[in-house]
């Protein structure tokens, strides 16, 4: 995992996403498009990752989260 769009695919798309942290499809679409997911939505993308046996925790959240900001600010 590189990138948020990478958790979005991993998980199965901006429609999955949404139903796993409860917020509308135009929700998770701008967090995919903003390359950012706010930290209170990450117990749920874990715990979904978890239960699908895919790669993703805090640390990864974390690198993806800080090598989006790094992009911005290039």
């Known amino acids: 995992m590189q990138t948020v769009h990478d958790i979005f695919e991993a998980l199965g798309g901006t429609g999955a996403v949404a139903r ?3 917020v509308k499809h135009s929700a998770a679409s701008e ?3 903003r390359q950012s997911i ?3 939505y990450w117990p749920a993308l874990m715990s979904k990752a978890a ?3 895919i790669a993703i925790d805090s640390d990864v959240l974390v690198r993806v989260h ?3 900001e790094q992009g911005r600010a290039a």
Do not use: L
């Open 20 to 22: 796993v942290i409860g």
């Open 31 to 33: 967090m995919r498009r």
């Open 38 to 40: 706010p930290v209170k």
């Open 51 to 53: 239960e699908e046996r």
């Open 66 to 68: 800080v090598s989006a």
